[in-house]
């Protein structure tokens, strides 16, 4: 088991765990959409049990106990969480709310996030061509969203906001890997998110924990048992391999989603989808190509 990772070499196995923890995500996604939307599970009382599981599931996996707990950075884990409660809440929203093929979509304004955030929060400097693939990026999210069309709703609003949340996220990930396992940080995001997530379904009228049916239950094992394997996945890739060359991989989460919203909810995209996706995906390979020329001359 451990020959494979080792001939493939570490770019190729960050690249193999990208695609895996995407098409794990997708999975997560549609027993997540199945659970809201056609069942009727509050998304914050889904949100709780997917995560609630996921940290029951990855405590004994491989071997990881409780000593991965231990870190002497644990305010940075904390700020970590708390973005990442944020963007699991808006997503869970999103899904509940909004067909799969958008909500995935839209998630993929991340890395433009994360380019306005480098800048604004870590003082990099970003190149004119760079942000004007920031612009054409969210150009193409406003042709996803379709504001000005009768279909449109304030809920899909809620998978911008997890892209936001989630790429403040991504930053301290990415820096955190210099000095945490991926199995620490995986721990710590599952074990506070799970008590984070309880408050926020106990709020009134917020659905509370209790859920009841074998098709819930059965649901959300599976979401929660995927969510742990998939966030392992991806905490190991951005460990062993280089951002920039992982993020196309990510992109490849996009045909999974739609593939399983069509499948299982018969989700099919229109056109204008494949047009701002092509936008965001063109605009982000962009960004990706100015920070490869940004790092050969630094």
């Given at each position: 088991?451990?020959?494979?990772?080792?001939?493939?070499?570490?770019?190729?196995?960050?690249?193999?765990?990208?695609?895996?923890?995407?098409?794990?995500?997708?999975?997560?996604?549609?027993?997540?959409?199945?659970?809201?939307?056609?069942?009727?599970?509050?998304?914050?009382t889904?949100?709780?049990?997917q995560?609630?599981?996921?940290?029951?599931?990855?405590?004994?996996?491989?071997?990881?106990g409780?000593?991965?707990?231990?870190?002497?950075?644990?305010?940075?884990?904390?700020?970590?969480?708390?973005?990442?409660?944020?963007?699991?809440?808006?997503?869970?929203?999103?899904?509940?709310?909004?067909?799969?093929?958008?909500?995935?979509?839209?998630?993929?304004?991340?890395?433009?996030?994360?380019?306005?955030?480098?800048?604004?929060?870590?003082?990099?400097?970003?190149?004119?061509?760079?942000?004007?693939?920031?612009?054409l990026?969210?150009?193409?999210?406003?042709?996803?969203?379709?504001?000005?069309?009768?279909?449109?709703?304030?809920?899909?609003?809620?998978?911008?906001?997890?892209?936001?949340?989630w790429?403040?996220?991504?930053?301290?990930?990415?820096?955190?890997?210099?000095?945490?396992?991926?199995?620490?940080?995986?721990l710590?995001?599952?074990?506070?998110?799970?008590?984070?997530?309880?408050?926020?379904?106990?709020?009134?009228?917020?659905?509370?924990?209790?859920?009841?049916?074998?098709?819930?239950?059965?649901?959300?094992?599976?979401?929660?048992?995927?969510?742990?394997?998939?966030?392992?996945?991806?905490a190991r890739?951005?460990?062993?391999?280089?951002?920039?060359?992982?993020?196309?991989?990510?992109?490849?989460?996009?045909?999974?989603?739609?593939?399983?919203?069509?499948?299982?909810?018969?989700?099919?995209?229109?056109?204008?989808?494949?047009?701002?996706?092509?936008?965001?995906?063109?605009a982000?390979?962009?960004?990706?190509a100015?920070?490869?020329?940004?790092?050969?001359?630094?």
């Open positions: 088991m451990t020959a494979a990772p080792s001939r493939l070499g570490p770019a190729a196995t960050g690249a193999l765990l990208m695609v895996a923890a995407g098409a794990m995500f997708a999975c997560v996604n549609t027993m997540l959409q199945f659970t809201t939307m056609k069942l009727g599970v509050a998304a914050p889904a949100t709780f049990w995560y609630g599981i996921a940290l029951i599931a990855l405590l004994p996996w491989q071997g990881v409780l000593s991965a707990f231990k870190t002497s950075h644990l305010p940075a884990h904390i700020l970590r969480v708390a973005f990442g409660v944020g963007g699991v809440q808006l997503w869970g929203f999103g899904l509940a709310n909004v067909p799969i093929w958008q909500a995935i979509s839209l998630i993929m304004l991340s890395p433009f996030f994360v380019t306005i955030g480098a800048a604004l929060l870590l003082g990099e400097k970003v190149t004119p061509a760079r942000w004007l693939a920031v612009v990026g969210f150009v193409g999210g406003a042709v996803i969203l379709a504001p000005w069309s009768d279909a449109f709703t304030p809920w899909a609003l809620a998978p911008v906001g997890a892209a936001a949340l790429a403040a996220a991504s930053l301290m990930t990415k820096r955190m890997t210099a000095t945490e396992t991926p199995a620490t940080l995986t710590y995001l599952l074990a506070l998110l799970t008590p984070l997530n309880a408050a926020l379904a106990l709020v009134p009228g917020a659905g509370g924990l209790a859920i009841t049916g074998w098709q819930v239950i059965g649901a959300l094992i599976v979401a929660g048992m995927l969510t742990a394997l998939a966030q392992f996945a991806l890739a951005y460990a062993i391999a280089d951002a920039a060359f992982l993020q196309p991989f990510d992109h490849v989460k996009l045909p999974f989603n739609v593939g399983l919203g069509i499948l299982a909810f018969g989700f099919v995209p229109p056109g204008s989808m494949w047009l701002g996706s092509a936008l965001i995906i063109g982000s390979s962009w960004l990706l100015e920070e490869a020329r940004r790092t050969r001359t630094a």
